[in-house]
């Protein structure tokens, strides 16, 4: 469907409908405790046999030049349309456009069903990092655009989140679509009291280290098992203290069994409720390397793990994450349980790999962890089912650079200055209309209080560079103003709701939502790790989303 739709459509419903700030009454909200699937019941993986048909996306498999979406995936997102044409209705009565037909909008998916892409809108959120900060600020966009959120329904935007067909996160906003799925996709307000971000969380506080010795228990059982472990498998232990409901555990066992998997045995993820949740991680190309522009970017969804790069194209179920190459078939013996959901957000979030880069030491934190897991490095360790299946280099660009590698070096995206989840929206397969993108990033100087730790369009201009190398070609994005010369401060897009592209019938739509004293400050350091209850739920956190997008 073409953009011009969607600037109809959503252009006047987020920028010219005025806010409501009612006082509705309170209404009981569900949150469901997180599911252990786990086969072995704690947080070691087991062999098992491996499925019959293996790959979900066979390996640079094209059809007509073009990679396919996997069935899975497909499946997801065109189910998810048949069902959305009578909220569309819903949404599109509620924001009552002058001179706009919602029956004539809508007779050509009555008639042939809801097609993503086609027939109705096809749109996606992109959530970016930046630590608890952006977990708060993306927290406060999906609270915003909840269609059960009364005050959401008065600002004429409520409904935007279960019409969005994918939702992407990295770093810290993995973190809030790991709380968000295992839990079945309650309101994010009611999860919120349930996250312990009120305590003392940096990881040498002694309300984290006198954990340690139980954490290494825990993650040694994976290690006895035969597979590596290190910070990050501590990091997402720690992770999932803070983040994975799971009262049925002691502190700190909560979500050892938890899989990212489990998101997909939920009922809201059945019934097709809720967005096609993403969350991506990046790879070094090796111990004291350099990542480069053209390092993958990873994707864990809740059914699939995989990439689209220009040199490999591929995916497989996600409960088979870690299982290596040599495996795959050639014994019958796959890997389940590796897909921790608390280890899935250490590998989207794993900062700690900056002390692999090259000349970098480690913090005597880091150190004493790193006695623990008898590991030298601090990259998300996952056995690489795609060894030797990328394409060589060419003159466009390099080889694909974990070809040779047993085992992915994981990290956090932010490393490739993908602090906005933009590229898996790109993916031409996904025939995405429009990006909803929220930009938490930390940017700005000590002598601009204004920029100080907000948004300056760094992570959008990035997004849009990347897509300018000639390996790229073919994933379109609207022209983004530079952000190094100052252009788009200058214009003043870090400051305000702001759409890219909407004459740009090649590219999807961008509404860029950036963090910018929508009611107060909200520009909190990454390394921020504590947020009092009364911090989280004033107007600055989880309750400022529907004023984010008012701001001038």
């Known amino acids: 469907m073409a953009s011009s739709f969607l600037v109809i459509i959503v252009h006047f419903a987020l920028l010219f409908t005025q806010s409501s700030a009612s006082t509705a009454p309170h209404v009981l909200e569900r949150r469901d405790p997180a599911m252990s699937t786990s086969l072995s019941g704690t947080y070691a993986p087991v062999y098992d046999k491996c499925p019959a048909h293996f790959f979900l996306r066979e390996p640079n498999k094209l059809i007509n030049g073009m990679a396919e979406l996997s069935q899975v995936e497909r499946d997801y997102v065109n189910q998810k349309a048949q069902r959305s044409i009578d909220p569309w209705r819903k949404y599109l009565q509620n924001v009552k456009l002058k001179d706009f037909d919602i029956e004539s909008f809508l007779s050509q998916a009555e008639k042939r069903g809801g097609l993503a892409g086609d027939n109705l809108p096809n749109f996606g959120l992109s959530l970016s990092g930046g630590g608890a900060r952006a977990l708060c600020l993306s927290g406060s966009i999906l609270q915003a655009f909840d269609g059960s959120n009364p005050r959401a329904n008065a600002a004429k935007v409520g409904g935007i989140l279960q019409l969005s067909n994918y939702a992407v996160g990295v770093s810290g906003a993995s973190w809030l679509l790991g709380a968000w799925g295992t839990s079945n996709f309650p309101p994010i307000s009611s999860l919120t009291p349930k996250w312990r971000l009120s305590e003392q969380n940096d990881i040498w506080d002694w309300n984290v280290a006198k954990h340690y010795r139980t954490i290494y228990k825990i993650v040694k059982k994976k290690k006895q098992a035969g597979f590596p472990t290190n910070v990050v498998d501590f990091w997402g232990r720690l992770l999932s203290r803070l983040f994975i409901d799971d009262p049925s555990k002691e502190d700190p ?15 809201s993820y059945k019934n097709r409720e809720v967005p096609y949740v993403i969350a991506i991680a990046t790879s070094r190309p090796g111990i004291k390397q350099d990542f480069t522009p053209y390092s993958p970017i990873y994707e864990f969804s809740a059914e699939e793990f995989g990439v ?20 795959n078939g050639g014994y019958g013996t796959c890997v389940r349980g590796y897909d921790n959901a608390g280890f899935i957000m250490g590998l989207s979030s794993n900062i700690y790999s900056m002390v692999d880069s090259p000349n970098d030491r480690k913090p005597l934190p880091l150190k004493v962890i790193d006695k623990f897991t008898d590991d030298d490095n601090f990259e998300g360790k996952v056995p690489n089912t795609f060894q030797q299946l990328g394409q060589e280099s060419t003159n466009d660009g390099p080889g694909f650079q974990d070809n040779m590698l047993d085992t992915l070096l994981m990290a956090d995206c932010g490393f490739i200055n993908e602090s906005i989840p933009i590229y898996p929206l790109l993916q031409p397969e996904r025939k995405i209309d429009a990006i909803i993108a929220v930009d938490a990033s930390s940017d700005g100087k000590n002598t601009d209080p204004t920029l100080l730790r907000y948004p ?20 379109y994005m609207p022209k983004i103003p530079n952000s190094v010369n100052g252009s788009f401060t200058d214009l003043g897009y870090h400051k305000r709701p702001t759409f890219f592209g909407c004459n740009d019938f090649k590219a999807p739509l961008i509404i860029y939502l950036p963090n910018y004293y929508a009611v107060g400050e909200t520009n909190q350091p990454t390394s921020q790790t504590t947020y009092t209850p009364p911090k989280m739920q004033e107007k600055p956190r989880i309750h400022s989303g529907p004023r984010v997008w008012h701001a001038r």
């Open 253 to 267: 066992y909560q979500g050892e069994g938890v899989l990212w998997s489990s998101i997909a045995e939920t009922s």
């Open 308 to 327: 689209f790069h220009p040199r490999l194209n591929a995916s497989i179920p996600m409960q088979y994450l870690g299982s290596p190459q040599k495996l």
């Open 456 to 475: 300056n369009g760094t992570a959008l201009y990035s997004s849009y560079s990347r897509t300018l190398l000639p390996l790229f070609r073919g994933r």
